[in-house]
Each structure stands twice: as structure tokens, then as C-alpha cells.
């Protein structure tokens, strides 16, 4: 199968427990994520009374305005991240800073039947399409033959699952970089917003961008006072891009 878009589903978010003790004078609506990030920031100052009266998405602007992007350390978001490319995976966990990831292991799992991420590039003309196939499938044939023989080779391994680890992770090799993967990402908002800042933008390389742009709509429906300074617009090269209007908070 060839894959032309990412599906991104959002696994976990912050659950947040307000101490009985110490109570907050809400305004407006909010998540438990955004609402765990005002409450320690409203912790520095013991300002839970609320004085200038703001809703939490004011105060939250206000955070990242000041630059005070430290308590939005403290709401993790964790996203499966499907129908990427292995070269896409290699550039997003780059982002080292409040990040954790977890991803499918081509040693253990089987790539006879992978499928491959159309570079978005080369969707939409044919024959580039047509020509980029032909090298992908011929990469796949040659995956499954060297398992295969890598499997007979090594038939003196009593231990069958040491023995198909040692199959797969040498045919690995063969094997694209457009070859789709699976991995969860958790990022607290910091994080995520420093990462997508970086790969939203129009010098991002276009598959992480597309992920890039997904997942801002993503978090920004889950979490707007997080995210809503992301500004999507159409680039000059006729892609979606995205601003930012607070840089790296
Ligand atoms: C358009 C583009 C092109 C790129 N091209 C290349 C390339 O050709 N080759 C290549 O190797 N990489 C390339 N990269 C990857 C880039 O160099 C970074 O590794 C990646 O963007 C992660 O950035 P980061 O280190 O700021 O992120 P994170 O690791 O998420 O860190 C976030 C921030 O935390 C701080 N921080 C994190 N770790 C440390 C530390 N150890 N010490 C001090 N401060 C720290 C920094 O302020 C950092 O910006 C490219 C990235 C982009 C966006």
C-alpha cells in the first residue's frame, strides 16, 4: 500500500486535580492541560484569586508572551503518529527536550508486507509516481529474498526468534527510507510547540511539514490556549506552512 497522508490520533492528556486547598477562580473555558499549566503558574505568584480577573486563555497568552514557557512543561500530550516515513521519524526525534517516543522496531516486526509513504513531492505526476514504485517494490522483493536466505543461513540458531532478529535487522537495510512507520510521541505543550515551530515552517522538509501542520490542528482543537498562535497560511510554494507568534516560549 502507498500512503499519502498521516493519521494522527491523540492517545493521552493531562488529567488535572484541583487541591481543595488551594482553589483557583476560574474564568472562561478550558482544558485540564491548560488549566494544570495556569495553576502553576498561578502557584509562583499565589495569585489563585485571580486579581486581574483573567480568563485562561489570556493568562496562558500572557505566559508565553513574558516567555515564561516553563509551566507549560507540565502538560504532556502523547499522539500515535501512523503512515509516516522512516525519514520522517528520523528527523521529529531529533527534538530531544521534553519528548519521550516509542517506535516500531523493524527487527522484531516482520516488513514483508510494509507499506511506503509517497514523498509529497512526487504525488499528482505519474510517472514520477510510476518510477518511484518501481524502485519501492523492487526494494520489497529484495527485503523478502534476503530473509529468506538470511533465515537458511542461520538455521543452526536453536532460538527461532534470535534468528529472525538476525534476518530482519541485516535485510532491513534494503529497505527505503519512504518505508511507513509507527511511533508514539509524548511532548509536553513546550516541547511540541519548539518542535512544530521548526517543522511547520516553509524551510521544513514537506512530509514532516504535512505531519507538522496535522498535528497543530490536532492540538489546537485540544488545547487552544496552547496553540493558537500557530498560524497556518498557503506558501509560495503552494504548501501549507504555519507561523508562529511566539517564538520558542
Ligand atoms: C529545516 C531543518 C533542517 C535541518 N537540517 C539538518 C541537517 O542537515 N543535519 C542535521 O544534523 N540536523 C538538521 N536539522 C535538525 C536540527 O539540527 C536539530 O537537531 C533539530 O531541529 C532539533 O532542534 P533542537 O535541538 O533545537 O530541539 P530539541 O532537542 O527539542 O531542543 C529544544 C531546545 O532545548 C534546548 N536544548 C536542548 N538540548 C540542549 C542541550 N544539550 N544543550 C543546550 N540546550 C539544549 C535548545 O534551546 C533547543 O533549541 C534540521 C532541522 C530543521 C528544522
Known amino acids: 500500500m502507498y500512503i499519502t497522508t498521516p493519521t494522527l490520533t491523540l492517545l493521552a492528556r493531562p488529567s488535572f486535580s484541583e487541591p481543595s486547598h488551594l482553589p483557583v477562580d476560574w474564568i472562561g473555558e478550558s ?4 488549566r ?5 503558574g498561578r502557584l509562583c505568584y499565589m495569585s489563585q484569586r485571580n486579581p486581574a480577573r483573567r480568563q485562561t486563555r489570556d493568562y496562558l497568552e500572557n505566559i508565553k508572551r513574558q516567555g515564561h514557557g516553563s509551566v507549560l ?3 504532556n500530550y502523547s499522539v500515535l503518529i501512523e503512515g509516516v516515513s522512516r525519514s520522517l521519524t528520523h528527523e521529529l526525534i531529533r527534538h530531544r527536550a521534553g519528548w519521550a517516543y516509542s517506535q ?3 527487527r522484531y516486526v516482520d516488513e514483508s508486507q510494509a507499506h511506503y509513504v509517497v514523498p509529497p513531492a512526487v504525488i499528482g505526476d505519474p510517472a514520477l509516481e510510476g518510477a518511484w514504485r518501481v524502485q519501492v ?3 520489497q522483493r529484495a527485503y523478502v529474498a534476503m530473509v529468506e536466505q538470511l533465515m537458511q543461513r542461520y538455521s543452526w540458531v536453536a532460538d527461532k ?3 529472525r532478529k538476525m534476518a530482519r535487522e541485516a ?3 534494503v529497505l527505503p527510507n519512504a518505508t511507513e512507520t509507527k511511533i508514539v510521541a509524548t511532548g509536553n505543550a513546550r516541547a511540541w510547540r519548539t518542535m512544530l515551530e521548526l517543522r ?4 521544513a522538509e514537506l512530509e514532516i511539514r504535512r505531519f507538522a501542520l496535522a498535528a497543530i490542528r490536532l492540538l489546537q482543537a485540544e488545547a487552544p490556549a496552547f496553540f493558537s498562535d500557530f498560524e497556518i497560511y498557503e506558501a509560495e510554494d503552494r504548501r501549507e506552512a504555519a507561523r508562529i507568534g511566539f517564538h520558542k516560549v
Open 161 to 163: 526468534v534470535h534468528r
Open 200 to 203: 511547520s515552517s516553509e524551510s
Open 36 to 40: 494544570l499549566a495556569e495553576f502553576a
Open 171 to 173: 535485510a532491513r537495510s
Open 31 to 34: 482544558s485540564d492541560g491548560e
Open 104 to 106: 516500531l522496531s523493524q
Open 137 to 139: 517494490d523492487e526494494a
Open 73 to 75: 512543561e507540565h502538560a
